[in-house]
């Protein structure tokens, strides 16, 4: 019953399997949004009015994707720091998943799915495969099995975080006089709202926001980025933090700020807010802000690690 | 420049009509523009970020005539075909133009450029820069690699390799590549007219309720 049933990746057809399956998955994830955000991103489109700055910056959204998708190319040329995140059973081989996979990310970099992007920060040099200190970044979990069928599952999940984005990403730590902000809802707003202020169209508006409240600095950060993995249309399971992301939406797109920052309706596509508990003495909201190419798509392997399903 | 002007250039009116600007460019051309025009380019750009930049300013000397030329900031990805030897842009998105900010100003003086291509905006030192040197500050689609790539059709020259393919000083040819004036020869920048009509909703969305 406490049997642990673990996987040897190194076996040969083993092996095989779980590359073709990363491969496609990071594929995928560079060339093609998923459903629940061109849902929205069209819906943008249409919303704005025809013959604004606006619409035009849409259009040119709506036909990129179109065409990334034909041609199985990077929707944008900066693939982002590539985040890894794994859901596992109990016995599952984290180091030999780590090494298949950076030999995935070599051969994606290769085909041209991501664009030699990693830097060493001491030298400035260009690692020209997308593999140094700290990337890609792994990030796994232990799932709580509740039933049998379950007990084996592996969810894998990737997100491309691009740069200009990633830098108008914020933790402000509360109170902040300046932006009025006080230890409660209300002050957490003020915060998440002065980052789509501050960010204006420089993060590639219109933006998804992942949000969280409380942890100290590097959990807040850690938790920012994983609400981004929830679906877009999808209910917090908090209702209070259901409202305050309704109400973080609704006002930012009063702002006006709208794509690229050329004004419009559209200013941020949704937000997804989670909560970690923090010290008496801290108190932070982390938000990350993701562009429009909001990039990140996962799957299920069956028990020969082959892709069972998507999962977006 | 102006501070309360905040309706030229008929920012809040709709419908407004794509304008083309076609090579060769000129400075005349060039400050018919207003900030939000939606304009479509046809003819040369020059490729420069980081590494270009920075040799422009310092050295004060092109590997060629950048005279009433515009400069695109876009690091491509472009990959040489192994039997015809020929260049192809693969991805060819606009990168954040602030990083420039301490070298646009002198590259407008010394190399008489017309214009740039960016993403982001750039300070009040370019914005000074373009009205006394008659530039204009185009905003160009942020991820849109593919669309922009495709307007790209042919890669004319390559300069300053030596700098690493992404940073090379390119010469393409484009056809209807879409941009927005963002800041333009007479002061006025759309960024700064955004930014204070948020202050403005912000102020009344948060503090009155
Ligand atoms: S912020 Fe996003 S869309 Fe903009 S350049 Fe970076 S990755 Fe591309």
Known sequence: MNEINVINLNSIGLKENIFNSLLELLRRTSTELTKDVTDILYKAYDDEVEGSEAKYAMKIIKDNLELAKSKSAPICQDTGTVLIYVNHPVGFPQREFMNIAKEVVIRATELGYLRQNSVNSINQKNAGNNIGLGHPSFHFEEHEHVNENEKNKIEIRIMLKGGGCENVGMQHSLPNITIKANRDLDGVKRAIIDVVAQAQGKGCSPGVLGVCIGGDRSSGQLESKHQLLRKLDDHNEDPILDKLEKEVVAIANKLEIGPMGFGGKTTLLSCKIGHLNRLPASFFVTVAYMCWVHRRQGIELDKDLKIKSWLY | ?209
């Open chain 2, 1 to 209: 420049m102006s501070d309360n002007n905040n309706n030229n250039n008929n920012n809040n009116d709709n419908n407004k009509t794509t304008l083309r600007l076609n090579y060769p460019y000129t400075k005349e051309a060039v400050k018919n523009l207003k900030a939000g025009d939606m304009v479509l380019i046809s003819g040369k750009l020059f490729t420069g970020r980081d590494a270009v930049h920075k040799h422009l300013h310092d050295t004060q000397i092109s590997p060629v005539n950048l005279f009433n030329q515009i400069i695109y900031h876009c690091g491509p990805v472009v990959l040489q075909n192994p039997q015809t030897k020929k260049y192809e842009v693969k991805a060819a998105g606009p990168t954040t133009s602030i990083r420039e900010e301490p070298y646009q100003w002198e590259i407008m003086r010394d190399h008489g450029i017309v214009g740039v291509i960016g993403k982001g905006g750039m300070g009040p030192k370019t914005l000074d820069g373009l009205i006394k040197y008659g530039c204009v500050y185009f905003h160009a689609i942020g991820g849109a690699a593919q669309v922009l790539a495709e307007k790209i059709v042919s890669v004319d020259n390559v300069y300053l390799m030596e700098l690493g393919s992404p940073e090379a000083m390119w010469e393409l040819s484009v056809v209807d590549f879409p941009v927005v004036v963002t800041m333009d020869s007479h002061g006025y920048s759309l960024h700064e007219i955004i930014k204070r009509k948020c202050d403005q909703h912000l102020k009344q969305l948060l503090d009155h309720n």
